[in-house]
């Protein structure tokens, strides 16, 4: 009897032997990439930089790792996504939104902490490579509020597509009437008043949205990089610091030498004429990001029109300039179903092949060695030249928060940004500016 037991549980320890096995290969097969049965699920904006590079990339993956990309792109996708996201059905396993997006999808999701952290993908391979996603990446990039918006020394938003905003200009003007570019902003001043003797203008704007970059990178100049990271984590007292308060003022007086249609066009429908204003030679410069060569290439010019790009003047003679980084960022939100298969993906976003598909369209991935892809003779060499000419670099957006009901801060129509238009109209002073986004800081903070 003893005998007939001992062979009873032998062949049960055998058989759960086996099915523990069986299991474990199962599980080792679904990690290694060999996922020809599985689908993945990338939706995304159909934005600036078109559909091409994201088709080719997914693409290239599918060859890589004979996973199925579905891939959804649409100019609307965050009015598409948010149903979805909340019924919590199909949702992607990739989602290719910027933070601070219109709609602002990417901003409530990282509110409500429905996007899973990714730090794991920098150690990670890239297929197909043998370098890791962390030693690919341009030191700096994962550590901004947009890639670590708890600054709790985590990745959640991997940075992509990355691009220098700055102020725009029409070089051949300059080489015309024989004017520098200005290195000061009483420079800037000076130039101001040499362009209205000639009936030009010095500055106009496409919309209040693009003050982000600019006014961000005019912060950092008036008040450096550790006031900024306190003002982007709403603390009330760095917000009324006087060299906060300069960079409202120096807006308020650009007010003055602003074209005088600027703010009639600066909304969605308007905005191209604006950026016109540039290539007809009515005003001098224009905040932008390095999608704007593109978008007016097929817009009239005046004869001898030469693209031409700057950080913006220094407040005094030897200090910082600074040209903002416009990152976009790919994320894995909290519902989706592959989250180990996304991060696959995300992670092959960083390969040599995936980083030359996308600069196809002109997207540049913030790997160390992409810049080796822009050649003597390309466009984007005057753009991304910019910080080897001494400027600084510095990112859009403030740390996570919950929404304060009835209270707007950072939109393109916000109190922060929006109220420009009012200043340049002359129906609100700086002052009052100023006082409003204290105001509305102060909400945050409690």
Do not use: H
């Not at 097969?29 to 939706?43: D, I, M, R, S």
């Not at 030359?356 to 003779?377: E, M, Q, R």
Request: glycine share 8%; proline share 4%; hydrophobic share 40%.
């Amino acid at each position: 009897m003893k005998k007939l037991v001992v062979l009873l549980l032998t062949g049960l320890l055998a058989l759960s032997a086996c099915t523990a096995k069986k299991n474990d290969t199962t599980d080792t097969t679904a990690n290694t990439g060999n996922e020809e049965t599985k689908v993945l699920k990338v939706a995304g904006l159909d934005g600036g930089y078109g559909k091409a590079g994201w088709e080719a990339v997914a693409a290239a993956f599918e060859e890589e790792t004979g996973v199925k990309v579905e891939l959804t792109l649409e100019k609307n996708i965050a009015e598409t996504l948010r149903p979805v996201l909340t019924s919590g059905k199909n949702v992607p396993d990739v989602i290719y939104l910027s933070v601070g997006a219109e709609g602002k999808l990417t901003d409530t999701m990282i509110a409500e902490k429905q996007i899973v952290d990714i730090t794991d993908v920098l150690s990670m391979t890239i297929p197909g490579e043998e370098a890791t996603v962390g030693s690919k990446i341009i030191p700096g990039f994962t550590d901004a509020l947009t890639s670590s918006p708890y600054q709790d020394g985590k990745l959640y938003l991997a940075p992509i597509n990355y691009s220098p905003c700055g102020l725009f200009y029409n070089a051949g003007l300059f080489e015309e009437k024989g004017w520098t570019v200005p290195n000061t902003w009483d420079e800037m001043w000076a130039l101001g008043e040499k362009a209205k003797a000639e009936g030009i203008a010095l500055f106009t704007y496409p919309t209040t949205g693009y003050f982000d970059a600019f006014f961000s990178a005019l912060l950092n100049e008036t008040a450096g990089p550790e006031v900024y990271a306190r003002l982007m984590n709403f603390d009330a007292v760095a917000w009324e610091l006087p060299e906060v308060k300069e960079a409202f003022d120096i807006v308020g007086k650009l007010a003055a030498y602003t074209e005088e249609n600027t703010v009639s066009n600066a909304n969605k429908d308007g905005f191209t004429k604006n950026q016109q204003l540039i290539l007809d030679n009515k005003a001098l410069f224009v905040p932008n990001g390095t999608w704007l060569p593109g978008e007016m290439a097929d817009a009239p010019r005046a004869e001898g029109f030469k693209w031409g790009f700057t950080a913006l003047p220094a407040v005094k003679e030897g200090g910082d300039k600074y040209s903002t980084t416009f990152v976009e960022q790919v994320y894995i939100p909290a519902a989706a179903e592959n989250q180990d298969l996304a991060k696959q993906f995300i992670a092959f976003i960083y390969s040599d092949k995936a980083v030359k598909l996308f600069y196809d369209t002109k997207a540049v991935i913030p790997t160390v060695n992409a810049s080796a892809l822009i050649t003597d003779g390309d466009e984007n060499k005057l753009y991304y030249s910019v910080y080897d000419g001494g400027a600084k670099a510095n990112a859009v957006g403030f740390a996570a928060r919950e929404a304060v009901e009835g209270v707007d801060l950072t939109s393109a129509e916000g109190i922060l940004y929006g109220t420009v238009n009012s200043v340049v109209a002359g129906t609100k002073t700086v002052d009052d500016w100023y006082k409003e986004v204290i105001e509305a800081v102060k909400k945050y903070e409690k």
